[in-house]
């Protein structure tokens, strides 16, 4: 009885100082109703440790906590959230309350697997860009998007923001020149395909675009094109072309990587056409490069075949 008593008095008082942090990120930082559910929910985590007081938390006991999370189910990414939040509590705790220490700047995630981006094989690609229906005015739209996807590495929010006159484009010179990631901007190549399609689609961009709008690639509307709608108009493509998977505009990109490592093998070159700032991100291809020359080596080896 006084062993739960004790745990009690330690459950409202830490979850006081909890309260008190969630009232102050609320109204001093004005986080969003769904950031400052994440935040209450990883303390009240915290808050339900057993049997220790926040201020008596040492780093090996947020460890071995994490561990038990873990074991429950919760996710690596989940838990690098839940422990972000925790720091940032205890950050407040030792600059506010007087804590000593913040026992969990050292206490790390278990590391979650990395997924192999999807890609498409070069078939299914040539595939789904040979296909296409519909209005035709929306269809060679279409159809430039994909293709300057597909061939040049796009991210979709660099396709989104090209603009028709700002000489980015340049077809005589087949290269486009974008900003993706922490502002960084790249030129790559734009494709024979790909500049066939954009001609046709600048031959009738007038046709949907609304006077002075700038976008190259334009929705219903006449104005600038919603990356929703590139996504939604890409799985209609997919479908019509009988793909029997779910594809995405950033599918497109790792295709791109996929297909011209392959043909290369210059790692480096498809991370300078990408954009990435590390080579490590890069790599990720190669794994995509050997799972492909695997299944060759399983159905071409004599001594691979099952019998």
Do not use: C
């Amino acid at each position: 009885m006084r062993r739960r008593r004790l745990r009690e008095d330690l459950t409202t008082s830490d979850a006081r100082l909890a309260a008190e942090y969630l009232d102050a990120l609320k109204h001093q930082r004005r986080l969003s109703p769904a950031t400052l559910g994440n935040y209450a929910r990883a303390l009240q985590l915290l808050v339900a440790f057993p049997n220790v007081a926040l201020k008596d938390l040492d780093a090996s006991q947020a460890r071995r906590f994490v561990a038990v999370l873990h074991a429950k189910g919760l996710a690596p990414r989940t838990l690098a959230l839940t422990l972000s939040a925790w720091r940032g509590f205890f950050r407040w705790l030792v600059r506010s309350k007087g804590f000593a220490v913040n026992p969990v700047v050292g206490v790390r995630a278990p590391k979650a697997p990395r997924p192999l981006p999807k890609a498409l094989s070069v078939e299914q690609a040539a595939q789904l860009l040979d296909g296409g229906g519909g209005d035709e005015v929306a269809l060679l739209r279409d159809r430039a998007m994909f293709e300057l996807l597909y061939s040049s590495g796009l991210r979709l929010a660099e396709l989104v923001a090209l603009d028709v006159h700002d000489g980015r484009l340049d077809l005589r010179e087949a290269e486009v020149t974008v900003t993706g990631k922490g502002s960084k901007t790249r030129t790559v190549p734009v494709g024979a395909r790909a500049r066939d399609a954009l001609r046709a689609w600048l031959e009738v961009r007038a046709r949907l675009a609304a006077p002075e709008e700038p976008a190259l690639f334009v929705g219903a509307r006449g104005r600038r094109i919603s990356p929703s709608l590139v996504g939604s108009r890409l799985r209609a493509w997919a479908a019509r072309a009988g793909l029997g998977q779910h594809v995405h505009p950033h599918m497109l990109r790792h295709s791109f990587a996929s297909h011209v490592l392959q043909s290369s093998q210059d790692l480096r070159a498809v991370q300078e056409l990408l954009g990435h700032a590390s080579i490590s991100t890069t790599q990720v291809y190669t794994h995509l490069d050997f799972q492909a020359l695997a299944k060759v080596y399983d159905a071409a080896h004599p001594r691979a075949r099952k019998k």
